[in-house]
């Protein structure tokens, strides 16, 4: 009989082994603002929203299905937000890097003064067309100056003969003006 209650008290108690705990990933939760919507540091500069660095209120839909897939902005926190200070350091470093050289485009572009561009015109000196930012840009890209017809602002296209003042805003509010001189395509063949 002592072995049968032995072999029942072995039986009764089975060892059980500890099960090791469940990993869990945790989810970044979302900062939710004072006006309910998502709160995003800004990585890059948005137009209507804010500047890099900044810490900005936008709706939920709009961080999580534009700005965070997009790379322009990510979620607040302590990590992130280390990472961040020292890229506003490199980004600031490029932004004055920038501004320098826009200012250098400005004093050539002050030293150009005039471009010349040929158009086709009538007797009365009415063009057939008109010229307008693209035309203006690539002529300056002839005299090598690397303007985008973005920077270059006009009320209406030019549509006539004659010299023109145009206005430039290169950017970070550094501003410029040359002359634009449309001559008559015939004018430049002889």
């Given at each position: 009989?002592a072995k049968?209650?032995e072999?029942?008290?072995?039986k009764?108690k089975?060892?059980t082994?500890a099960?090791?705990a469940?990993?869990v990933?945790v ?5 939710k ?5 998502t709160?995003v ?8 929203v804010?500047k ?20 322009l902005a ?8 280390r990472?961040?200070?020292?890229y506003?350091?490199?980004v600031?470093?490029a932004?004055?890097?920038?501004k320098a050289?826009?200012?250098n485009?400005a004093?050539?572009?002050a030293r150009?003064k005039?471009v010349?561009?040929e ?6 000196g009415?063009?057939?067309?008109s010229?307008g930012p693209a035309?203006?840009a690539r002529?300056?890209r002839g005299k090598?100056?690397l303007v ?13 003969l ?6 430039l805003?290169?950017?970070?509010e ?7 001189l449309i001559?008559p ?6």
């Amino acid at each position: 009989m002592a072995k049968t209650k032995e072999a029942t008290k072995a039986k009764a108690k089975p060892k059980t082994k500890a099960l090791p705990a469940k990993k869990v990933k945790v989810r970044q939760q979302v900062n939710k603002g004072p006006h309910g919507g998502t709160r995003v540091v800004l990585v890059e500069d948005v137009t209507h929203v804010g500047k890099t660095g900044q810490v900005v209120e936008v709706k939920p839909g709009y961080a999580r299905n534009y700005l965070i897939p997009n790379g322009l902005a990510i979620l607040p926190s302590e990590h992130n937000l280390r990472l961040l200070e020292r890229y506003k350091v490199r980004v600031e470093q490029a932004r004055e890097a920038r501004k320098a050289d826009l200012k250098n485009m400005a004093e050539q572009i002050a030293r150009t003064k005039t471009v010349t561009i040929e158009a086709n015109a009538n007797e009365a000196g009415d063009l057939y067309g008109s010229v307008g930012p693209a035309e203006i840009a690539r002529a300056m890209r002839g005299k090598n100056l690397l303007v985008e017809p973005a920077m270059i602002k006009l009320e209406e296209h030019l549509k006539h003969l004659g010299e023109w003042t145009v206005r430039l805003t290169l950017g970070y509010e550094i501003e410029a003006e040359i002359g634009v001189l449309i001559i008559p395509q015939s004018a430049g063949k002889r």
